[in-house]
C-alpha cells in the first residue's frame, strides 16, 4: 500500500552514485554556472551537453531518485512484449561523468535570487537554470484510487509500480468489458491510452478471447487524436476491429471492490454512467511540477511559461526549460524532447555571447501509434497539427517497420544517443534518416 501511495507524487526519474560522477548528500550552500532540475529525459540530455558547454565541474542536476526509466516502452511492458527491468537503468549510468549531483527534491526555485532549495534545506545558487522536472501523476483525483490498484484487473502503463499490474490483468481476462480511459487533463504521450487498447485485442485475438470481450475506450477529448489525418486511420483501425470509443467520457471514481468504473459526461455535467469492468487501464489525470506551479516561473496553470520557439523563459532570461514540465503547445513526448534538446543547447550558445536565438522550435513531436505486436502508425507533426513526416511513404498506414523501429531502435537510440547529448534538434527521426543515407 505505501509503494501505492506514492502514485501521489511525480514519476520517478534519475540519479545515482559512481566514481565517474561527483555525487554527495546537498550540503550547506553551492553555486553553478549552470544548474539543471530534474533527470529525466531532458534533465540528462541537456546536462550531457551543458558539460561540454561550461565544463562538469559548473554543472549540477538536482534529482532524488536511483533509478531512470525509459518510459515510452511502458506501452509494451503493460502488452507483455518488454519486461519493467529492460525499461531502466541506475541514474548513476546515465548521469554525465564529472557533473555533480545533488540528491534532493527540488523544493521551492527563487528566480528573482537566482536560487533553489532542495527538500533538506539546503540552497542552491545559479547564473543560468534549465527546469525539466516533468509533470506530477494525480491518481489520487479520481476517487478509490490509488489504493483501487490493490485489487487485481486494474493497470495504468504511466507507472513503473503500476505497469506489470496491466500485463496480469490482460492474462487474467475471462469475458466480460476491458475498459481503457482518457483524462481530463494535458498528458504525456497522448497515444499511450489508446495503444494498450490495441494490444489488449490483439493479445485476446491471439489467445482465442477475444470473441468473449467488449474493448471500450472511454475518452475526455472531442477526437480520437488530435491530428486528423493519424485519426482517420485510427478510426479505420477502431471500426475494422470492433471497438468501441465513447468521447466526451471522463472517469472521475473507480469500485475496485465491485470492478465498477464511474464516468462524467463531459457534455451533460453531473451525468453518470457506471461501467462494470473485467480489465480497467487508467490513465491518470495529470499537472505541473509543484515546484514550478508555487515559483513566479509557472504561467496561470502551474506550467513553466517560456517562449515556444527559443525554449527561453518569458520573464527571467536566465532560465530555460524542456519537456513535460513547459508549457509548450505539442504533445509532451520523448521526440519532443529529443527535438527541443538541440534547440535549447542553440539557444543557451547564443545567450553566452550576447546574441539572440536564431534557431526557431517549431513543435515537432512524434508518436508512434502501436495498433498490435507488429505494426506501427508513425505520427508526426508540429505546432500547427500539419504533418511532419520523416519517411517518403505514407506514415498514417499501419507498418512493421514502424514497429520495430518503436519497440528496437529507439530504445538504443534513447540510451546512447539523446542521454549522451549526441542526438537531437529539428526533426529528429530525419537527422538520422540522412545519416543512413551517406
Known amino acids: 500500500m505505501a509503494a501505492l501511495c506514492r502514485l501521489r507524487l511525480r514519476l520517478p526519474k534519475t540519479i545515482a552514485i559512481s566514481n565517474l560522477h561527483t555525487s554527495s548528500p546537498a550540503s550547506a550552500k553551492q553555486h553553478y554556472k549552470m544548474l539543471v532540475l530534474g533527470g529525466g529525459s531532458g534533465g540528462i540530455a541537456m546536462s550531457a551537453r551543458m558539460k561540454r558547454m561550461f565544463g562538469a565541474e559548473n554543472v549540477a542536476v538536482v534529482e532524488p531518485s536511483e533509478m531512470h526509466y525509459y518510459q515510452p516502452i511502458w506501452t509494451l511492458v503493460g502488452a507483455g512484449a518488454k519486461t519493467v527491468a529492460s525499461?531502466?537503468?541506475?541514474?548513476?549510468?546515465?548521469?554525465?561523468?564529472?557533473?555533480?549531483?545533488?540528491?534532493?527534491?527540488?523544493?521551492?526555485?527563487?528566480?528573482?535570487?537566482?536560487?533553489?532549495?532542495?527538500?533538506?534545506?539546503?540552497?542552491?545558487?545559479?547564473?543560468?537554470?534549465?527546469?525539466?522536472?516533468?509533470?506530477?501523476?494525480?491518481?489520487?483525483?479520481?476517487?478509490?484510487?490509488?489504493?483501487?490498484?490493490?485489487?487485481?484487473?486494474?493497470?495504468?502503463?504511466?507507472?513503473?509500480?503500476?505497469?506489470?499490474?496491466?500485463?496480469?490483468?490482460?492474462?487474467?481476462?475471462?469475458?466480460?468489458?476491458?475498459?481503457?480511459?482518457?483524462?481530463?487533463?494535458?498528458?504525456?504521450?497522448?497515444?499511450?491510452?489508446?495503444?494498450?487498447?490495441?494490444?489488449?485485442?490483439?493479445?485476446?485475438?491471439?489467445?482465442?478471447?477475444?470473441?468473449?470481450?467488449?474493448?471500450?475506450?472511454?475518452?475526455?477529448?472531442?477526437v480520437l487524436f488530435a491530428i486528423k489525418k493519424y485519426a482517420d486511420a485510427l478510426w479505420d483501425v477502431v471500426k475494422e476491429r470492433d471497438l468501441q470509443v465513447n468521447l466526451r467520457q471522463n472517469l472521475i471514481e473507480v469500485r475496485a471492490d465491485k470492478r465498477e468504473a464511474v464516468f462524467e459526461n463531459l457534455d451533460k455535467p453531473g451525468e453518470t454512467k457506471v461501467i462494470e469492468y473485467e480489465m480497467l487501464h487508467v490513465t491518470p489525470p495529470m499537472g505541473p511540477n509543484s515546484a514550478v506551479k508555487g515559483s513566479p516561473l509557472g504561467d496561470e496553470a502551474g506550467w513553466l511559461d517560456l517562449d515556444k520557439e527559443s525554449l527561453q523563459h518569458k520573464r527571467y532570461p536566465n532560465v530555460f526549460g524542456i519537456g513535460d514540465c513547459t508549457n509548450l503547445p505539442t504533445p509532451r513526448t520523448a521526440a519532443a524532447v529529443a527535438a527541443e534538446s538541440g534547440i535549447l543547447n542553440r539557444t543557451i550558445s547564443k545567450i553566452l555571447k550576447n546574441e539572440k536565438p536564431d534557431k526557431k522550435y517549431d513543435g515537432y513531436t512524434s508518436c508512434p501509434l502501436v495498433t498490435s505486436y507488429n505494426t506501427v502508425i508513425l505520427a508526426e507533426f508540429d505546432y500547427t497539427g500539419q504533418p511532419l513526416e520523416t519517411f517518403p511513404i505514407n506514415q498514417a498506414k499501419e507498418r512493421r517497420i514502424m514497429y520495430h523501429m518503436k519497440a528496437d531502435f529507439m530504445p538504443h537510440l534513447y540510451w546512447h544517443g539523446l542521454l549522451r547529448g549526441l542526438w537531437g534538434g529539428p526533426e529528429p527521426y530525419r537527422k538520422l534518416l540522412h545519416l543512413g543515407m551517406k
Open 87 to 222: 525499461s531502466g537503468r541506475s541514474t548513476a549510468s546515465v548521469m554525465p561523468s564529472g557533473v555533480k549531483w545533488v540528491k534532493s527534491n527540488v523544493q521551492e526555485i527563487n528566480p528573482d535570487k537566482n536560487t533553489v532549495r532542495t527538500d533538506d534545506g539546503t540552497e542552491i545558487s545559479y547564473e543560468y537554470l534549465i527546469v525539466a522536472l516533468g509533470l506530477q501523476l494525480h491518481y489520487e483525483k479520481i476517487k478509490g484510487l490509488p489504493e483501487g490498484f490493490e485489487h487485481p484487473n486494474i493497470g495504468s502503463n504511466y507507472s513503473v509500480q503500476t505497469v506489470e499490474k496491466t500485463w496480469k490483468a490482460l492474462q487474467n481476462f475471462k469475458e466480460g468489458n476491458a475498459v481503457f480511459t482518457f483524462p481530463n487533463t494535458p498528458v504525456k504521450c497522448p497515444g499511450a491510452p489508446q495503444k494498450i487498447m490495441y494490444l489488449s485485442d490483439a493479445y485476446l485475438r491471439k489467445t482465442g478471447k477475444r470473441s468473449k470481450a467488449n474493448l471500450i475506450y472511454n475518452t475526455s477529448l472531442p
